[in-house]
C-alpha cells in the first residue's frame, strides 16, 4: 500500500466538517482561499459500507456511490493529501471497514465524537461516545493500528475541565495523530461563549496537536482574527465552521474576497463536480444570510435545478459551456468503452438491435415466457441468462443461451429485466419463433392460461417469470471504470 507524506496538524487553519456544507465544492474553495486542511461532512459508517467505489471519468472524481445510485462521497486528486474523511460510528470493527473503504482517496480518518443531535447520540455516536471512554479506546485503537493514514476525533468538553483533560489524555494513548476540541459542551449551542479556557488546558496537558473549534461566534470575524483566537486557547492550530461557511474566503491572507465573487467560484465547483442543486442552494442560502430577501435571494429561493441556480447569478452562459463540455467528455468515454467491448465480445453471439417494449405485448405476457414454452416444447434446457451492468452509466445487458447458442441485443438497458427481454426477443427472432407481440394476432399463451393450464407461467408482477432464479446467473462488473454521468 502506497502510504503518502503524513499530515501534519501544527499550525494549520482547516475548514470544520459540517452537515450539508463540507462537500467538495466548498471544500475546494476552501483550498483555493488558503485552507491547510479541509474536512468533509460527516458519514455514517452504516451508508459508507453500503457504497461502492467508483471511478468517474468524466468528473474525473472519485465517488461512492449507495445502492440508490446517489453519490454519497466525492473527492478528487485536488484534496487528496489535504481531505479528512469524518465519520460517525460507534462500532470498532464497522469504522475500520470504512476507513479501509477509502483510505487510498484521503488524507486522514476522524471520528466524531462531538455532535449533539439527536439523530447521532440516539445510535450512540457522536456526544454520546463521550459518556463511553471504553468505546472510545477501542475504536481509536482498532483503526491507529489497522490503517496507514493519520487517525484523528472531533470531541465536545465534559461539564469539568478536569474529567475533560482525563479523557484526552486516554485518547492520545491510543495513537491519534490530533484532536479536534469544539470549546462548548454538549448541551450548549453557538450562542454560548466558547470555552477557551478549557481549550488551553487541555492543549497544555496532552503532546499531540490540539485543533481549537467553536470560535466563529465569539472570535473569528476576519482572517487576522484566527490568529487570536489560536493563542488564547494554546492550540497548534484552528478548525473554522461557520465563519467559513459564510463566507469560505476568511482563510484568505489578504482579507475577504467580495461575497458576489465567492458565491460565482462556488457556483463554479458546483457545476464542475455536478453538485446535487438542493446541496448547492442550501450553501449559497447560508452565505447571503441576510440578503435573502433581495431579488438574487428570491431567485435563488425558487430555483429548482443547477440551470436555474445558474440563471440567477448571471452565470447561465457558464452552465452551458460546462455541460457541454461534459457531454462530449461522457461520449468520448462512452465511445471508447463501446470499442474495447466490441474487441473483446465473443463472435459467436448472435446479436440484434432491439429493445424490450412492454406496450407491444399483451398484459403479463412477455418474450421471456415465449422463449421458455418453446424450449420446453422442443425439449431443450431452459433458458440460461447471464446479465451485466456496465460501470460507465450503470445499464445493463442479457446474454441468454438456448441449445449451446448465445444471443444478446447490443443495446444496453436501464434494468435487468428489460435487459433479459431483450436478449429472449433476439433469440426468438433468430429461431424465427413468435415472440408474443400483440401484432401477432392470437396469442396462444394468453388462451393456455385461460384454460386454467397447471403449469404456471406467469409471475406475479408484471413481465416476471417464476421459477428463474435457479438458472439465472448473474455478473455485475465491479468498479474499474465507473462514473455517474453530470446530470445537469
Known amino acids: 500500500m502506497t502510504v503518502n507524506t503524513p499530515l501534519c496538524f501544527r499550525g494549520k487553519k482547516i475548514l470544520a466538517p459540517m452537515v450539508r456544507v463540507g462537500t467538495l465544492p466548498m471544500r475546494l474553495l476552501a483550498l483555493d482561499y488558503g485552507a491547510d486542511i479541509v474536512y468533509c461532512e460527516e458519514l455514517i459508517d452504516i451508508k459508507m459500507l453500503q457504497c461502492k467505489r467508483v471511478i468517474n471519468e468524466v468528473l474525473e ?23 479528512v474523511f469524518q465519520m460517525g460510528s460507534a462500532d470498532a470493527e464497522r469504522a475500520l471497514a470504512v476507513a479501509k473503504l477509502v483510505e487510498s482517496d484521503v488524507a486522514g480518518i476522524d471520528i466524531n465524537m462531538g455532535c449533539p443531535k439527536e439523530y447521532s447520540t440516539k445510535a450512540r455516536m457522536g456526544a454520546a461516545l463521550l459518556s463511553d471512554p471504553d468505546k472510545i479506546e477501542s475504536i481509536l485503537t482498532t483503526l491507529v493500528k489497522g490503517i496507514c493514514k493519520p487517525v484523528t476525533c472531533k470531541i465536545r468538553i465534559l461539564p469539568s475541565v478536569e474529567d475533560t483533560v482525563n479523557l484526552v489524555k486516554r485518547i492520545e494513548k491510543t495513537g491519534i495523530a490530533a484532536i479536534a476540541v469544539h470549546g462548548r459542551k454538549k448541551e ?42 489560536q493563542k488564547a486557547t494554546a492550540a497548534s492550530s484552528v478548525m473554522i465552521a461557520r465563519a467559513a461557511m459564510w463566507n469560505p474566503s476568511v482563510f484568505r491572507k489578504e482579507g475577504f474576497c467580495p461575497l458576489k465573487d465567492v458565491m460565482q467560484d462556488y457556483i463554479k465547483y458546483a457545476v464542475r ?97 415465449y422463449l421458455l414454452e418453446w424450449c420446453r416444447k422442443e425439449k431443450h434446457p431452459q433458458p440460461v441468462y447471464e446479465t451485466v451492468q456496465r460501470p460507465l452509466d450503470r445499464l445493463f445487458c442479457s446474454v441468454v443461451t438456448v441449445a449451446e ?47 386454467g393450464d397447471q403449469e404456471p407461467l406467469i409471475g406475479r408482477d408484471h413481465g416476471e417469470d417464476l421459477a428463474e432464479p435457479s438458472h439465472k446467473k448473474a455478473n455485475f462488473i465491479e468498479e474499474t471504470s465507473d462514473m455517474n454521468v453530470p446530470k445537469m
Open 61 to 83: 472524481t472519485v465517488d461512492f456511490v449507495a445502492p440508490n445510485d446517489r453519490v454519497v462521497f466525492r473527492t478528487c486528486e485536488r484534496e487528496r493529501e489535504r481531505v
Open 188 to 229: 450548549e449551542r453557538p450562542q454560548h461563549p466558547v470555552h477557551c479556557d478549557v481549550i488551553k488546558a487541555i492543549s497544555e496537558a496532552v503532546s499531540i496537536p490540539v485543533i481549537a473549534n467553536g470560535g466563529s461566534h465569539d472570535f473569528i470575524k476576519e482572517y487576522a482574527d484566527i490568529e487570536t483566537f
Open 273 to 369: 463536480y455536478d453538485n446535487h442543486y438542493t446541496n448547492t442552494k442550501y450553501c449559497l442560502c447560508q452565505m447571503l444570510r441576510e440578503q435573502l430577501e433581495t431579488t438574487q435571494g428570491k431567485k435563488l429561493h425558487a430555483a429548482q435545478s443547477t440551470q436555474e441556480i445558474c440563471e440567477a447569478f448571471e452565470m447561465g452562459d457558464f452552465y452551458e459551456e460546462t455541460t457541454a463540455i461534459f457531454e462530449a467528455k461522457k461520449t468520448s468515454v462512452e465511445t471508447k468503452v463501446q470499442d474495447e467491448d466490441d474487441q473483446t465480445e465473443d463472435p459467436d453471439v448472435i446479436k440484434m438491435a432491439v429493445r424490450f417494449d412492454k406496450r407491444e405485448y399483451p398484459p403479463q405476457i412477455t418474450p421471456k415466457m
Open 405 to 451: 447458442q448465445k444471443y444478446r441485443s447490443t443495446l444496453w438497458d436501464k434494468s435487468k429485466k428489460l435487459a433479459e427481454q431483450a436478449a429472449a426477443i433476439v433469440c426468438l427472432r433468430a429461431l424465427g419463433v413468435p415472440e408474443g407481440k400483440l401484432c401477432e394476432g392470437e396469442n396462444h399463451l394468453i388462451n393456455k392460461r385461460k384454460r
